[in-house]
């Protein structure tokens, strides 16, 4: 399966704070971060302008933020609806983004939570933790 995407605009924020809700959520209540409205909306708008909306069949089923800065690269948001993780969909994405970053001779860096099972994908694409806080792993790779 291969997602679509178009660029995000105002009239996906319903969506795109329905996806965080449903896939940040859980994760950020069992570690103890802050879960609130005002807290989603303001990750969810955070660098809005290099958002991309990921669909299928013209349906909205997650969001991903990359971003090019001219001295390392960053996976700034990957999300998909729940309904879609697990089959392998997020790798693909990440895996081309590593691609064009190698060959651009950058560092990607991420955050993810430390009780997200989406740092096990992370280490299989080469992240290594570089810091963490009390909520977060800070992660990099390097090309």
């Not at 691609?99 to 993810?112: F, I, M, P, R, S």
């Amino acid at each position: 399966m291969v997602l679509e995407r178009r660029p995000a605009t105002p009239a996906d924020i319903p969506f795109l704070m329905q996806l965080r809700f449903d896939t940040m959520g859980p994760h950020l209540v069992a570690a103890g971060a802050d879960a609130s409205e005002e807290h989603h909306r303001k990750r969810m708008l955070y660098r809005f302008e290099l958002g991309q909306v990921l669909l299928e069949g013209g349906k909205p089923v997650g969001l991903l933020k990359l971003a090019r800065d001219p001295k390392e690269w960053e996976v700034v948001q990957i999300q998909l609806a729940p309904e879609l993780q697990g089959r392998g969909l997020g790798r693909r994405l990440l895996e081309e983004f590593l691609a064009e970053a190698k060959a651009a001779g950058k560092d990607v860096v991420l955050n993810v939570l430390r009780k997200s099972p989406a740092k096990k994908l992370y280490e299989r694409l080469g992240f290594r933790v570089e810091r963490e806080d009390e909520f977060r792993h800070y992660m990099r790779v390097r090309p």
